[in-house]
Structures are given as C-alpha cells and as structure tokens.
C-alpha cells in the first residue's frame, strides 16, 4: 500500500499515542484507533474516520486537543489531503469498472509529492482537467479555481478573470470572454462564432459579461426590484435564494420560473421583455451554475490605452486587442514566452509577473526541444559517419568473406537505427 506524502508529514499514529482524553468515551475511541493502527498501517480513510467520530465528543478537551493537532496540519495542506484521500478511495475500491478511475489516480499520484503550494498552482494551471470525468477531482478542481482571485492588479494594469459558462463537447472546451467564443483542445486555442453555440450558452453568457449579475465568494448575486437573487453551491447541491425586506426564501428552478413570472405581470409593459429575459437567463444560469467558473487559464487585461485578453491551454497562449486607444488591431500565438513578448510590443505593458511560472515552463520545454533536437542531429552525423566506415571497410575487405559478413550485419544495424 502506498503511503502519501501528507499521510506520513501527518504522524496520526504519533499523535493518538500523546491524546489524554478526559472521559470514559474519549478513551474508549483513542484506544480503538490506537489498537487498529498498531496492526495496520494509518490511511487517511482511518484518520477522516477518527475525525468524524471525534467530532461527536467536543465536550472531551481531550480529544478536542488531539482533533486541533491534526487539523492544523490538514488545514496546511487543504488540497493535497483531498487529493490523497481521493487517490486512496479509488484505488481501495473493488467495483467493476474502476479503470478508468484507476487511471486517473496514476496521472494524479505524482503530485502527491509536491508542497501545497505547488499542488494548488498546477490545479490552477490546469494539472486536473484530464481527469474531470472522476467527480471528486472535478470537485477539487472547481474549489481551487473559486479560491482564485477574480482581480490582479499592478501599477500599470488590472487583470480580470473572467467567470464562464463552460461547455465540454468531444474534448474540446467553449467559453466565453471579452465578448468573445473560444474553444480549447490539446493542440489549439481558436475563436468561434454564435452558431458553434446554442441560444442558452448565448443568454448565459451575455448575462455574466453583462455586470449585472456579481460574483462573491463562490456565489453569483443579481438585485432586481429591491429583491437580491442568488445561486451558489453548498454540500454539492446548488441553492437558489431570493432576499427581500430582510427575509431570504430558497426556491428550486421551478419556483424560480413561477416567481418570476408573477414579477414580470407585475412590471410596466415598457419593461416587461427586458425584466422577463433578465430572470430567464439567472434562471437559466440556476440550471448551470455546476459548468460555471472562474476562468483561472484566461486574463482580460486593462491598461491606461489597451485592453485585450491572454488565453493559456497545454502550453499554448493567444492574445487579442480587445480595444485600443494607439495602434492597429492585433493577435499573437504561441507559447506564453512569445505571446507575452508580443503584448509588450503592441501595448508598451509588462505583463511577465502574471506568467512568470508558465513562461518559466514554456522556456525550459523550448531548450529541451532543442536539446533533442542538437542530439538528433549528431546522433544523424555520427550514423553517416559509421556508413561510410562501413564502405571504405567493405572495400578494403571485399575479398573476405568472413569480414564481409561481420560488415554486412553492422551495416544492417545501423540501417535499423536510422
């Protein structure tokens, strides 16, 4: 069984063993945690378990001690626990079909070796996105990018990522930002227009880039007619609340409708299409607030003359002028090091801070290809080096049989090698 780099900084076998419970029951628990992990190693189902049942005894400043000791090493290290707990969960599991779960625990595993930091800055970089098929890394995913700052700012500019509606279709990605449709894939980042997208994707959209809903801690808010509209998401299911005179009311996507409904009867006819395809889209965002995220891999950037937007995907990185007050318009491809490079062209702005450990990547993957590349090409020179060894051998030697035939293989070795 393999032991997690988290589980084993964690010392829970350590900790149980120094817990001075005050009650009959806080004892009768860190002895039986103590008698199981003095025969089987500590996991971290075992550790969330103790935890669960220990929660139970908070009046036991005992185990209330013991519980802080363990929790302030797993709140330091929020997402590798998660990640590690997950890991281990899948790879426990004997249900039929866990393959390509199990697969996805072996493209995960080797960030369990990583610091917090470095777990939280691939997440954000996009490390978990060929495993969102598994719902709990999904969830993980969706934590992080909500913990993102939605604005960066500098001296010379603010850098806003944008929250999405995003739409998975055949392993490609559509979003949209700056007004704009993208799609993603492994290769490419591309613009689309409206009839790559259905009528729902273009009412959502409009509506997040509209202003009038706001962002807040997870939740996406929207005011209209003295009442505050929200969505956000609590134990996995998504909420909808409408607050008015200080009374907050929950309402499924149905209530919703029918609430909006008396609403819109209710408005002057010179704003009752406007109200009514205002509640419709919130509605409509309700129904998707789980496809909905802030866009960590995508910055829309204001300086003092430009804005424009930088988009990142698998080592690629596009960026377009969205509008300007100095030059012609403009886009640059290619990888964050150039693109970035491109930007200061066209903008006069510094945007390297912002990139810093994506351009850093984007420059070691450069010299490594090239790397390969310089040994390639003497590896090719060295080939023809020995092919013509092998001529001027044969040669010399044509009336040897035996030496014609130790030739004759090499000769097709190296045929096999190049």
């Known amino acids: 069984m393999q032991v997690y780099k988290v589980l084993s900084g ?13 009650t009959a029951l806080g004892n ?19 550790v969330n378990a103790f935890l669960r049942e220990a929660r139970n005894l908070s009046y036991d400043s005992g185990i209330t001690a013991v519980v802080n000791k363990i929790m302030e090493e797993l709140d330091a290290n929020r997402y590798g626990w998660a990640l590690a707990s997950v890991c281990e969960g899948i790879s426990n599991s004997q249900s ?39 719902e709990a890394f999904r969830n993980i995913a969706r934590s992080v990018y909500r913990e993102q700052p939605v604005v960066e700012c500098s001296e010379q500019y603010t850098a806003i990522h944008p929250i999405s509606f995003v739409v998975e279709s055949e392993g490609s990605y559509i ?5 704009s449709i993208f799609k993603t894939n492994a290769e490419s980042i591309v613009e689309c227009d409206r009839r790559d997208v259905n009528n729902d994707f273009i009412m959502i959209a409009s509506m997040l880039e509209s202003g009038i809903c706001k962002y807040n801690e997870g939740a996406l808010l929207m005011e209209v007619a003295n009442r505050q509209y929200k969505v956000y998401e609590e134990n996995e299911e998504v909420k909808c609340t409408i607050t008015s005179e200080g009374k907050s009311t929950e309402y499924t996507v149905d209530q919703l409708r029918e609430n909006n409904n008396y609403l819109v009867q209710a408005t002057p006819m010179n704003l009752r299409a406007r109200r009514a395809a205002m509640l419709e889209s919130f509605a409509k965002i309700v129904e998707n607030f789980k496809s909905i995220a802030i866009l960590n891999n ?21 960026a377009k002028m969205l509008s300007t007050n100095h030059t012609a318009p403009w886009e640059a491809k290619g990888n964050i090091a150039q693109v ?6 066209h903008t006069r702005l510094d945007v ?17 290809k090239e790397g390969q590349q310089v040994k390639e090409n003497l590896e090719k020179t060295e080939i023809e080096k020995r092919k013509e060894k092998i001529a001027e051998l044969t040669e010399k030697y044509k009336d040897d ?8 293989q090499v000769a097709a070795e190296l045929a096999h090698i190049s």
């Open 298 to 318: 995508v910055s829309i950037i204001n300086g003092a003359n430009d804005r424009f937007i930088v988009i990142e995907n698998n080592g690629n990185a596009y």
């Open 340 to 345: 970035v490079e491109a930007v200061k062209k």
């Open 28 to 46: 009768e628990l860190v002895n039986k945690y103590r008698a199981f992990v003095v025969a089987n190693p500590a996991t971290c189902s075992t």
């Open 401 to 408: 049989p035996t030496r014609l035939a130790m030739l004759s």
């Open 96 to 134: 039929v079909g866990n393959y390509l779960q199990l697969r996805a625990v072996e493209q995960v595993k080797p960030m369990l070796e990583m610091k917090e930091d470095e777990i939280v800055s691939y997440i954000k970089s996009g490390a978990l996105k060929n495993v969102m098929y598994v």
């Open 10 to 22: 964690l010392d829970f076998s350590g900790k149980l063993f120094e817990a001075k419970a005050q």
């Open 352 to 368: 390297t801070k912002l990139y810093e450990q994506a351009i850093g990547t984007a420059v070691e993957a450069a010299k490594e």
């Open 175 to 179: 979003f949209h930002a700056g007004n």
